[in-house]
């Protein structure tokens, strides 16, 4: 990626669940969309494959490190007009107002009240 380009993923602003969330919604659609190429799927498949056997690399640290690594090469090796357009449907604000709606007052239920021949089962 030439550095004119702005970075495909969201900066760190967006804080790392926000950021971490929106990456694995991008991969999802990338994996349905039919002009990334098939070959290139592979990736965060074998990652998923990876989670299911964790056994093939030793240490703690590199599960987290395989998953997230695979989800960013998947991501940079798809076709970036692809990645953009996906970007910016992820992105997108849908137009409408926001209101406030008055909800009628719902009363907390009572506890019911024994019958007059219900016999006390208590100890």
Known sequence: MSDSESPRLPGPSRGFFRQTALQVKLVWRLLRDRRVNPLLKLVPVATVVYLF??????????????VLGGLWLFIEL???????????????????TWREVDLP????????EPTAGAEDTSP
């Open 78 to 96: 798809c076709p970036s007009e692809v990645v953009a357009e996906h970007m910016r449907d992820l992105n997108a604000v849908i137009p409408g």
């Open 105 to 112: 007052k719902v009363e907390a239920a009572k506890p019911a």
């Open 53 to 66: 056997f964790p056994d093939i690399l030793p240490g703690p640290i590199d599960d987290t490190a395989v």
